[in-house]
């Protein structure tokens, strides 16, 4: 019964492809975000959207477009991919854009 | 704009004794807090919370954190550390009405036997 699931949880791609993240939980949460995790272990959030709209969008490249086709999924396409892009995303829900997130296991994104 | 700090990179404590991992927030009003622990290879799993009320706040395997407005502090602490408590600690703040969480850097904890 994962609360938050990711697919693929590892990815390996080259530099200038596309490539999507899913996210679904099952908590019937209302807001879900994705957060980047750099190579320093750095976490940011870079999304988030309650009830399918976006509500959060932290500067991040137009290159990276999330869609979400109900309230209990969030995906994460990503145009062009750069090295930079190397990192694992993490995508997480909670009750209200206020409360207690919870994570999902992550997809680390290798870009080659 | 909230931010977090956790001076600690790393700490080093054996097994069975006490710790301590430092937290420190900037935020303008009371702030949610939150201890996150993630294993390696692993997402993050929450420890505990403080929205209001009690300031010491228990939360799951044995941990506890106490909030002081005064130092505008959140530190989390275990009485005694086994070594599956080996992980990084992730302290992060959320504004009241506000949608998102702030981080701070991470402490990486190893323990020693």
């Known amino acids: 019964d994962t609360a938050v699931s990711q697919t693929p949880k590892y990815l390996v791609t080259q530099m200038g492809n596309d490539k999507s993240i899913k996210c679904e939980q099952n908590l019937g949460h209302d807001t879900m975000y994705w957060y980047k995790q750099d190579s320093k272990k750095f976490l940011k959030i870079m999304f988030s959207?309650?009830?399918?709209?976006?509500?959060i969008n932290e500067t991040v490249p137009n290159r990276f477009s999330p869609k979400s086709p109900d309230k209990a999924h969030l995906n994460l396409h990503i145009n062009s991919l750069e090295l930079g892009d190397s990192a694992v995303y993490f995508c997480?829900?909670?009750?209200?854009?206020?409360?207690?997130?919870?994570f999902g296991p992550g997809t680390r994104l290798t870009v080659l | 704009a909230q931010s977090v700090t956790q001076p600690d990179i790393h700490i080093t404590v054996s097994e069975g004794a006490s710790l301590e991992l430092r937290c420190n927030y900037s935020?303008?009003?009371?702030?949610?807090l939150f201890w996150y622990v993630q294993s390696p290879g692993q997402g993050l799993q929450l420890l505990l919370k403080y929205f209001s009320g009690d300031t010491l706040v228990q939360g799951i395997k044995g941990f506890e954190a106490e909030f002081k407005r005064s130092q505008s502090s959140f530190n989390l602490r275990k009485p005694s550390v086994h070594w599956s408590d080996a992980a990084e600690y992730f302290c992060?703040?959320?504004?009241?009405?506000?949608?998102?969480?702030?981080f701070g850097a991470g402490t990486i904890l190893r323990v020693k036997s």
């Open positions: 935020y303008g009003a009371t702030p949610y």
């Open positions: 997480a829900s909670s009750p209200t854009g206020t409360d207690t997130q919870y």
């Open positions: 992060a703040v959320g504004a009241q009405g506000g949608n998102k969480l702030v």
């Open positions: 959207y309650n009830n399918k709209e976006l509500i």
